[in-house]
Protein backbone atom coordinates (compact mmCIF):
# COMPACT_ATOMS: atom_id res chain seq x y z
CA UNK A 1 0.00 0.00 0.00
CA UNK A 2 1.74 3.09 -0.69
CA UNK A 3 1.49 6.27 1.17
CA UNK A 4 0.65 9.75 0.43
CA UNK A 5 3.00 12.00 -1.19
CA UNK A 6 4.03 15.73 -1.48
CA UNK A 7 5.93 17.81 -3.62
CA UNK A 8 8.04 19.45 -3.65
CA UNK A 9 9.58 18.81 0.03
CA UNK A 10 11.27 22.73 0.23
CA UNK A 11 9.81 25.81 -1.95
CA UNK A 12 11.06 29.56 -1.83
CA UNK A 13 8.98 31.73 -3.69
CA UNK A 14 8.57 36.06 -3.38
CA UNK A 15 6.10 37.71 -2.44
CA UNK A 16 3.22 38.45 -4.78
CA UNK A 17 4.07 34.91 -6.54
CA UNK A 18 1.99 32.15 -7.06
CA UNK A 19 2.83 28.87 -5.85
CA UNK A 20 1.03 25.08 -6.40
CA UNK A 21 1.74 22.44 -4.30
CA UNK A 22 0.97 18.61 -4.88
CA UNK A 23 -0.24 15.71 -2.95
CA UNK A 24 -0.83 12.41 -4.26
CA UNK A 25 -3.25 10.36 -1.99
CA UNK A 26 -2.80 7.00 -0.17
CA UNK A 27 -4.09 3.73 -2.00
CA UNK A 28 -7.91 3.56 -2.01
CA UNK A 29 -8.65 6.79 -0.76
CA UNK A 30 -10.98 8.87 -2.57
CA UNK A 31 -10.78 12.02 0.19
CA UNK A 32 -7.85 14.82 0.28
CA UNK A 33 -7.46 17.07 2.83
CA UNK A 34 -5.00 20.21 2.95
CA UNK A 35 -3.70 22.09 6.42
CA UNK A 36 -1.58 24.56 6.77
CA UNK A 37 0.97 24.46 10.27
CA UNK A 38 2.92 27.43 11.35
CA UNK A 39 5.94 26.92 13.10
CA UNK A 40 4.78 25.51 16.95
CA UNK A 41 1.54 25.35 16.10
CA UNK A 42 -0.75 22.66 15.67
CA UNK A 43 -2.07 22.48 11.69
CA UNK A 44 -4.99 24.19 10.43
CA UNK A 45 -7.81 22.92 8.07
CA UNK A 46 -7.49 24.37 4.46
CA UNK A 47 -10.06 22.34 2.91
CA UNK A 48 -11.16 19.11 2.13
CA UNK A 49 -12.11 17.51 -1.76
CA UNK A 50 -14.21 14.60 -1.84
CA UNK A 51 -14.65 12.95 -5.22
CA UNK A 52 -13.27 16.29 -6.82
CA UNK A 53 -15.51 18.58 -4.92
CA UNK A 54 -14.58 20.41 -2.30
CA UNK A 55 -16.18 19.29 0.56
CA UNK A 56 -15.79 22.15 3.20
CA UNK A 57 -13.60 24.94 3.79
CA UNK A 58 -11.52 26.61 7.17
CA UNK A 59 -10.78 29.61 7.17
CA UNK A 60 -8.85 30.76 4.45
CA UNK A 61 -9.13 33.34 1.82
CA UNK A 62 -10.12 32.54 -1.42
CA UNK A 63 -6.50 33.05 -2.77
CA UNK A 64 -6.05 29.57 -1.62
CA UNK A 65 -7.75 26.96 -3.88
CA UNK A 66 -7.87 23.58 -4.74
CA UNK A 67 -7.90 20.89 -7.35
CA UNK A 68 -8.76 17.03 -6.68
CA UNK A 69 -8.53 14.53 -9.98
CA UNK A 70 -9.66 11.83 -11.27
CA UNK A 71 -7.32 9.37 -9.62
CA UNK A 72 -7.89 11.49 -6.28
CA UNK A 73 -4.37 13.62 -6.32
CA UNK A 74 -4.87 16.79 -5.25
CA UNK A 75 -2.99 20.10 -5.97
CA UNK A 76 -3.15 23.55 -3.74
CA UNK A 77 -2.66 26.92 -5.13
CA UNK A 78 -1.92 29.83 -3.23
CA UNK A 79 -1.77 33.33 -5.56
CA UNK A 80 -0.40 36.61 -4.39
CA UNK A 81 1.90 35.12 -1.72
CA UNK A 82 2.56 36.34 1.50
CA UNK A 83 4.85 36.55 3.76
CA UNK A 84 2.71 35.19 6.51
CA UNK A 85 2.06 31.60 3.66
CA UNK A 86 5.42 30.45 5.28
CA UNK A 87 4.48 27.60 6.57
CA UNK A 88 4.68 23.55 6.33
CA UNK A 89 1.97 22.18 4.16
CA UNK A 90 0.30 18.94 5.14
CA UNK A 91 -1.94 16.96 2.93
CA UNK A 92 -4.12 14.20 4.79
CA UNK A 93 -6.04 11.57 2.47
CA UNK A 94 -8.70 8.78 4.10
CA UNK A 95 -10.90 6.28 2.80
CA UNK A 96 -14.05 8.39 2.35
CA UNK A 97 -15.48 11.73 3.66
CA UNK A 98 -16.98 10.68 7.12
CA UNK A 99 -13.33 8.60 8.13
CA UNK A 100 -11.82 10.91 10.61
CA UNK A 101 -8.73 8.54 10.35
CA UNK A 102 -6.80 10.63 8.08
CA UNK A 103 -3.28 9.73 6.72
CA UNK A 104 -0.74 12.46 6.33
CA UNK A 105 2.08 13.22 3.97
CA UNK A 106 5.23 14.46 4.59
CA UNK A 107 4.44 17.81 3.62
CA UNK A 108 5.87 20.93 2.11
CA UNK A 109 8.16 23.60 3.80
CA UNK A 110 6.88 26.72 1.55
CA UNK A 111 8.81 30.22 2.54
CA UNK A 112 7.77 33.48 1.35
CA UNK A 113 10.55 36.10 1.08
CA UNK B 1 -11.28 31.03 23.44
CA UNK B 2 -9.28 28.10 20.58
CA UNK B 3 -11.94 25.62 20.67
CA UNK B 4 -8.61 23.25 21.01
CA UNK B 5 -6.59 23.91 24.13
CA UNK B 6 -2.80 21.81 24.49
CA UNK B 7 -0.04 23.25 26.00
CA UNK B 8 2.67 23.20 24.07
CA UNK B 9 5.34 22.09 26.62
CA UNK B 10 8.02 21.16 26.36
CA UNK B 11 7.36 17.97 28.50
CA UNK B 12 10.73 16.65 29.72
CA UNK B 13 10.72 13.13 31.29
CA UNK B 14 13.20 9.77 32.29
CA UNK B 15 13.29 7.09 30.35
CA UNK B 16 10.47 4.67 31.90
CA UNK B 17 8.02 7.43 33.38
CA UNK B 18 4.72 7.70 32.58
CA UNK B 19 3.52 10.76 30.81
CA UNK B 20 0.40 12.14 30.45
CA UNK B 21 -0.35 14.81 28.09
CA UNK B 22 -3.87 16.26 28.00
CA UNK B 23 -6.03 18.81 25.95
CA UNK B 24 -9.30 20.84 26.76
CA UNK B 25 -12.19 21.57 24.14
CA UNK B 26 -15.51 24.08 24.30
CA UNK B 27 -16.90 22.35 21.83
CA UNK B 28 -19.61 19.91 22.96
CA UNK B 29 -20.68 18.54 19.57
CA UNK B 30 -17.15 17.24 19.06
CA UNK B 31 -17.54 13.44 18.95
CA UNK B 32 -14.71 11.85 17.06
CA UNK B 33 -11.19 12.24 19.32
CA UNK B 34 -7.60 11.40 17.59
CA UNK B 35 -4.07 11.47 19.21
CA UNK B 36 -1.24 12.23 16.30
CA UNK B 37 2.94 11.97 16.93
CA UNK B 38 4.54 14.05 14.87
CA UNK B 39 8.78 13.80 14.43
CA UNK B 40 10.38 16.90 13.43
CA UNK B 41 10.41 17.06 9.44
CA UNK B 42 7.86 14.89 9.18
CA UNK B 43 3.56 14.55 8.85
CA UNK B 44 1.11 13.65 11.47
CA UNK B 45 1.10 9.64 12.27
CA UNK B 46 -2.13 8.44 13.56
CA UNK B 47 -1.67 7.18 17.40
CA UNK B 48 -4.84 6.63 18.57
CA UNK B 49 -8.78 7.26 17.82
CA UNK B 50 -11.96 7.22 20.28
CA UNK B 51 -15.38 7.98 20.00
CA UNK B 52 -17.59 9.24 22.33
CA UNK B 53 -15.91 9.27 26.20
CA UNK B 54 -14.44 6.53 27.69
CA UNK B 55 -10.95 4.43 27.46
CA UNK B 56 -8.85 3.42 24.77
CA UNK B 57 -5.81 1.03 25.66
CA UNK B 58 -3.28 0.02 22.28
CA UNK B 59 -0.27 -1.20 23.63
CA UNK B 60 2.07 1.72 26.13
CA UNK B 61 -0.45 3.80 25.05
CA UNK B 62 -3.84 5.01 26.90
CA UNK B 63 -6.23 7.45 25.35
CA UNK B 64 -9.03 8.99 27.75
CA UNK B 65 -11.90 11.19 27.09
CA UNK B 66 -14.07 12.79 29.15
CA UNK B 67 -16.98 14.64 27.36
CA UNK B 68 -18.41 15.82 31.22
CA UNK B 69 -15.49 18.12 31.44
CA UNK B 70 -14.53 18.16 27.94
CA UNK B 71 -10.96 17.15 28.54
CA UNK B 72 -9.06 14.27 26.79
CA UNK B 73 -5.46 12.44 27.51
CA UNK B 74 -2.84 10.38 26.28
CA UNK B 75 -0.74 8.44 28.73
CA UNK B 76 2.57 6.43 27.55
CA UNK B 77 3.56 4.37 29.78
CA UNK B 78 7.49 3.05 30.25
CA UNK B 79 8.74 5.62 27.97
CA UNK B 80 11.44 5.63 25.70
CA UNK B 81 13.72 7.85 24.01
CA UNK B 82 12.19 6.90 20.36
CA UNK B 83 8.65 8.50 21.77
CA UNK B 84 10.45 11.92 22.20
CA UNK B 85 8.01 14.11 19.36
CA UNK B 86 5.31 16.59 19.53
CA UNK B 87 1.80 15.41 20.47
CA UNK B 88 -1.15 16.53 18.54
CA UNK B 89 -4.59 16.00 19.86
CA UNK B 90 -7.24 16.29 17.30
CA UNK B 91 -11.23 16.17 17.21
CA UNK B 92 -14.18 16.41 14.79
CA UNK B 93 -18.05 16.66 15.23
CA UNK B 94 -20.22 14.32 13.62
CA UNK B 95 -22.13 16.60 11.53
CA UNK B 96 -19.83 17.99 9.30
CA UNK B 97 -18.15 14.52 8.71
CA UNK B 98 -14.11 14.16 8.78
CA UNK B 99 -13.45 17.86 7.22
CA UNK B 100 -12.39 20.45 9.49
CA UNK B 101 -10.50 18.42 12.28
CA UNK B 102 -9.55 21.03 14.83
CA UNK B 103 -6.12 20.34 16.21
CA UNK B 104 -4.25 21.82 18.95
CA UNK B 105 -1.16 23.18 19.27
CA UNK B 106 0.57 20.14 19.88
CA UNK B 107 2.91 19.17 23.01
CA UNK B 108 6.58 18.70 23.01
CA UNK B 109 7.88 15.24 24.46
CA UNK B 110 11.85 14.80 25.32
CA UNK B 111 12.38 11.53 26.81
CA UNK B 112 15.73 11.10 28.05
CA UNK B 113 17.81 8.10 28.82
Known amino acids: ETGVTQSPTHLIKTRGQQVTLRCSSQ?????VSWYQQALGQGPQFIFQYYREEENGRGNFPPRFSGLQFPNYSSELNVNALELDDSALYLCASSRDRSSYEQYFGPGTRLTVT | QKEVEQDPGPLSVPEGAIVSLNCTYS??????FMWYRQYSRKGPELLMY????GNKEDGRFTAQVDKSSKYISLFIRDSQPSDSATYLCAMSDVNTGGFKTIFGAGTRLFVKA
Open chain 2, 50 to 53: TYSS
Open chain 2, 27 to 32: NSAFQY
Open chain 1, 27 to 31: SGHNT
